[in-house]
């Protein structure tokens, strides 16, 4: 069973180069530009990963936070295949619950490294990558670090066209966004990008006046210790996809929407052939369009609410492709032996409340989560920021100013993992933090002015209808804030 | 009851949660080190949320907590931190 995408309305993924591995002792083929992770799924195997006690585990997020698609490569064991880019010859092995324990070999870790820096930017999605041009245009010096092997963030898988306004590149696809800004990035010299590197950690230093972070650099699927002193951080990390408790939520083929649309619109690979959607937001929606686009059949999509929460376009799209879209509706249960094979979906009354004979059995192999995000809070957390639930974000957040500080002097949060939005505000919010924190180094070209400008532009970008939402999450964050320091 | 899997690191179930709430582990750091939730690969990325959601359920109370955040916030290999230093440049 092969899962490649031959055709796509958008994308181009023919031409590539093929590359060869070896997956438990079989060779299989692959290309440039695979993680091992989707070259492994579009041969057809969904269970990459045991879990301790030897249930099998698959593909979920897709961005390197699950730990669902651990394997050992070369040896190592945990690798994030996810995350880890393919390469000719490599040794890949499906880990089973019995870990045997690795053979010390000490080459397997480079020598570490030192890196100072005016400004460390965490996450190199719209927020980070926004963030480090606008603090490195005015003069300070940025490090961009993130975990995957490239930049953009979630915007590399977005195919549709961006609302919104010209400013914040409407009617661009976000997959050309993310070009523009990594262009843009690259060409500031006083910009360095830390690509498959994860900051694991914040430090004290009692040598060193500022913050202290341990970051973890692979290459070659080594890990190289890389110690960040700097004197301000902006920490735009993103979020994590939001799981169900459902029988069988575990099983290899329940996948994040996210994980889908990484798996189709980065590695050209289709999680299934047959999929049902959970979750009538814009995520789901998109993601069910985009489905269609790469050749998958999409059953249904359900939706636990009474009404639909994403925009009436999306949806009218889905409808004419003759995909339904039920409300009131939840998924009960997955059932397969190895991975999934089907679901129940069932009917809620009023009080959100399963309707008793309503259950309906969906033949699927695939289930697509898409019920909201968490944001990533947990470097903020780490750094003792005062921080907020505030449901309308998405969950705990840090609570922040206008200039995107939080209440830790010289911290700054931008993007979803400062509260649940979309890209077009995630890059302005990433933009007002940049400035504001080159700005308190004293790096000051035009930024006063630049600044005020941004606030306008996202206070108009949020006023829409369908800024409702982020609308109530910041100003019960900006409440929070002035509450935070009324007390002080 | 079939089997919910609430933390996929560790495999603790819904029903492992629940039994443990009612036998007075009613906070998330209580929870964590009794069953290990969130002490796995993912260091609780997945089922932080949805214990919030069982614990609010199951007690009644606004869990607004998270459990405490530590360094690693990943899995590092301990060799890693063995080896020696270099500068930049």
């Known amino acids: ?488 | 009851m079939k089997t919910v899997i609430v933390c996929r690191c560790e495999d603790i179930t819904e029903k492992e949660i629940v039994d443990a709430i009612h036998a007075g582990y009613t906070d998330f750091e209580e929870l964590r080190k009794n069953l290990r939730i969130g002490m796995g690969p993912c260091q609780g990325r997945v089922c932080i949320p949805l214990v919030k959601k069982i614990l609010q359920r199951e007690t009644g109370r606004k869990v607004e907590e998270n459990p405490t955040v530590r360094p690693p916030v990943v899995p590092i290999p301990l060799g890693m931190l063995t080896k020696g230093w270099e500068n930049e440049e």
């Not at chain 1, 995957?148 to 195919?159: E, F």
């Not at chain 1, 004197?231 to 979020?239: P, Q």
């Open chain 1, 1 to 488: 069973m092969h899962l490649r995408i031959r055709e796509h309305p958008i994308i181009d993924f023919s031409g590539r180069e093929k590359i060869s591995f070896y997956f438990n002792g079989e060779k299989i083929v692959g290309y440039k530009g695979d993680s091992i992770a989707s070259a492994i799924h579009a041969s057809g195997v969904k269970r990459l990963s045991e879990s301790l006690k030897g249930r099998h585990r698959g593909f979920f997020c897709g961005i390197g936070k699950c730990s669902s698609c651990l394997m050992t490569v070369n040896g190592i064991p945990n690798i994030r295949t996810c995350i880890a880019p393919l390469q000719e010859d490599i040794n890949v092995e499906t880990q089973s619950k019995s870990v045997p324990w690795p053979k010390v070999d000490y080459d397997a870790w480079e020598d570490g490294l030192n890196i100072e820096v005016d400004i460390l930017v965490v996450g190199a999605g719209p927020a980070g990558l926004s963030a480090s041009i606008e603090a490195a245009k005015q003069g300070a010096t940025v490090l961009l670090v993130d975990e995957n092997p490239r930049v953009g963030g979630q915007l590399i898988k977005q195919t549709h066209k961006f609302f919104g306004s010209k400013h914040e590149k409407a009617g661009i696809r976000g997959v050309d966004i993310a070009k523009d800004l990594e262009r843009e990035a690259r060409d500031h010299s006083n910009i360095k990008i830390l690509l498959e590197s994860t900051v694991f950690g914040v430090y004290e230093d009692p040598s060193y006046n500022g913050f202290t972070f341990g970051v973890m650099k692979r290459e070659n699927y080594k890990s190289r210790l890389v110690k960040v002193h700097c004197k301000e951080v902006i920490i735009s990390v993103g979020a994590m996809e939001n799981m169900l408790l459902f029988p069988g939520n575990d099983l290899p083929g329940v996948y994040g929407a996210g994980g889908v649309q990484t798996l189709m619109n980065v590695y050209g690979v289709k999680p299934g052939n047959k999929v049902l959607m959970v979750g009538a937001g814009n995520v789901g929606l998109i993601v069910s369009y985009q489905l269609l686009q790469a050749g998958v059949d999409v059953d249904r999509v359900v939706e636990a609410a009474p009404i639909i929460g994403g925009y009436h376009v999306h949806a009218a799209k889905l409808r004419r492709f003759g995909v339904p879209i039920y409300t009131s509706h939840s998924i009960k249960e997955v059932y397969g032996n190895d991975c999934v094979e089907g679901a129940f979906v069932v009917e809620l009354d009023e009080n959100w409340q399963p309707i008793e004979g309503s259950e309906e059995n969906v033949e699927c192999d695939t289930v697509c989560l898409a019920v909201g995000l968490t944001p990533s809070t947990r470097l903020l957390e780490q750094l003792h920021v005062e921080m907020a639930d505030i449901p309308e974000a998405g969950g705990r957040v840090a609570i922040h100013d206008e200039y995107m500080e939080t209440s830790v002097r010289g911290v700054y949060v931008s993007g979803d993992s400062s509260g649940i939005e979309e890209a077009s505000t995630a890059m302005i919010e990433g933009k007002i933090s940049g400035i504001s924190a080159a700005l308190a180094l004293g790096y000051n070209r035009d930024a006063e002015e630049l600044r005020k400008e941004y606030i306008e532009r996202l206070e108009k970008l949020r006023a829409g209808p369908f800024g409702e939402k982020p609308r109530i999450a910041k100003r019960k964050i900006l409440e929070e804030w002035r509450r935070y320091h009324g007390r002080l």
